[in-house]
T-cell receptor, first 114, second 116 residues
């Protein structure tokens, strides 16, 4: 079946601009995660959605970052006033929602802030 | 808190030889452990996981990993390496009891280079 999809695959933007990254999880998966992969920080958790519960935003690095998940499916990660240190690969994952369940990752969005 | 260490940035092995990629973890509760592989310009692909039961876990592409509670390790192994196994490997942990968010904590990654 279809896996996790993300768009765009690449995004180049200028410092100070806002960007939106999209994630379409596997159908039926109730949990959705955003991670960031960068050279200096490795793979780090950003935000977690589970069903209709309030999201866990504990990994967001600043208030310039926000995310929403509409209708329990598609999610959008928004970065406002982008900075050069925001340059990274943003990975989305989804799972059935239990602690034992595997998280399946999308191909990622490579963000470059000039 | 949960953490993962992958002590080797890179592992080099000749094709046909056995390979091991090391991983140690730290959790305050019981660990759920995962291995993922990342090929260039791709997302992470799931290889295998340990939840409970048999300490030896078998996964995709002939990989296996052994959970060792006393050594807090979860090393990835394969009896005979292929050139196509060359990739970046990540170990990840989730603390079963103390992690309501179920997020994964990843190690820094180990680059595996298999030479013909």
């Amino acid at each position: 079946g279809a896996g996790v999809s993300q768009s765009p695959s690449n995004k180049v933007t200028e410092k100070g601009k806002d960007v939106e990254l999209r994630c379409d999880p596997i159908s039926g998966h109730t949990a959705l995660y955003w991670y960031r992969q960068s050279l200096g920080q490795g793979l780090e958790f950003l935000i977690y959605f589970q069903g209709n519960s309030a999201p866990d935003k504990s990994g967001l690095p600043s208030d310039r970052f926000s995310a929403e998940r509409t209708g329990g499916s598609v999610s959008t990660l928004t970065i406002q006033r982008t900075q050069q240190e925001d340059s990274a690969v943003y990975l989305c994952a989804s799972s059935m929602g239990l602690a034992v369940d595997t998280q399946y990752f999308g191909p990622g969005t490579r963000l470059t802030v000039l | 808190a949960q953490s993962v260490a992958q002590p080797e940035d890179q592992v080099n092995v000749a094709e046909g030889n056995p390979l091991t990629v090391k991983c140690t973890y730290s959790v305050s509760g019981n660990p759920y452990l995962f291995w993922y592989v990342q090929y260039p310009n791709r997302g992470l692909q799931f290889l295998l996981k340990y939840i409970t039961g048999d300490n030896l876990v078998k996964g995709s592409y002939g990989f296996e990993a052994e959970f060792n509670k006393s050594q807090t390790s979860f090393h990835l192994k394969k009896p005979s390496a292929l050139v196509s196994d060359s990739a970046l490997y990540f170990c990840a942990v989730r603390d079963f009891l103390n992690n309501a968010g179920n997020m994964l904590t990843f190690g820094g990654g180990t680059r595996l280079m298999v030479k013909p």
